[in-house]
């Protein structure tokens, strides 16, 4: 079960940066890096942090690397260590087949992690059916956050009646859209209104082409005589892996709009544009998101959060052309950029040594 001060957080809405992996030029864990990034996230206003995701490398979990536990063990030393007097959710990804993710959700368990991030990538071809039976086992384990992970990147397609299905899991607390599609994201967020939990899960944007878009859409429907309402209430997102500072401040300038009427609902429209620009520049569609992690890290490196953009897989690194893309919406953006906050992060921490 969920803390209760976590759970008003999840539900009210948050950022939650997906955390990246910090690695040294032999690429090994550069543990000062990692640690480093997870005061960054908390520094910045940031509501909790996801490891142990796609952004922090499933190249963690081969046996080879073995870095799952340690990046959990890390990024919870920090939330401990820093004795936030605010509450903090911790996000733990969770793979594999069932005994993998049941193995998995216990060592995210075993750290105090809040909720299980639910990858469903490993079932290729398996019916939907046994699906919703892993991730009730998973979710008797440790509190669970849906995932709908994109097929661009290894994800697959589910039908409504699958997601009709999810919902009505006991201990699904959240579910994560990064579908990057319309259609299937209206049927994500259909498939909860329609649910007896409607209620007791929260929506969370993954879908980096359209995070404003998303955070300001009512979704209504009418359902036994009554219109039910359901929204995207924050965002568990790659993208705001960088740039934290500015993301904190753009959900709290979406929360505002909302609150006014939408009284400023076309220049946070225009915003909407700019922050799927610049998601272009990092996440890399163009090259069918191959440089998306490396591109996360050109950012922290250039802001000196990160020393290279190293990652586990060698085959990864910038696409061509990905590193004037970058500059330029740096260069176009400046507002939405926080170089300057970052700047004044890592004085701090010089200065705390």
Known sequence: ??????????????????????????????????????????????????????????????????????????????IDRAALQRPFIKVAGICGLTEQALKEAEIAVKYGYDLGLVSMAAFKTQPESEIIIHVKKVAEVIPVFGFYLQSAIGGRVYSYDFWQQFAEIPNVCAIKVAAFNRYQTLDVVRAVAHSQRRDEIALYTGNDDNIVADLLTPYRFEIEGKTIEKRFVGGLLGHWAVWTAKAVELLAAVKHTLATGYADSASMLSTNIAVTDMNAAIFDPAHAFHGCITGVHEVLRRQGLLDGIWTLNPEETLSPGQYDEITRVIEAYPDLIDDAFVARFLENEVNAL
């Open 1 to 78: 079960m969920l803390k209760e001060n976590i759970k008003k957080l999840l539900f009210e809405g948050t950022v939650i940066p997906a955390h990246p992996l910090a690695l040294t030029r032999e690429l090994q864990l550069d543990e000062q890096k990692q640690r480093g990034l997870t005061r960054y996230y908390m520094a910045s206003g940031a509501g909790g942090v996801a490891i142990g995701v796609h952004t922090t490398q499933f190249e963690i979990r081969d046996p080879e690397v073995n870095l799952f536990e340690k990046v959990l063990a890390i990024a919870a030393e920090e």
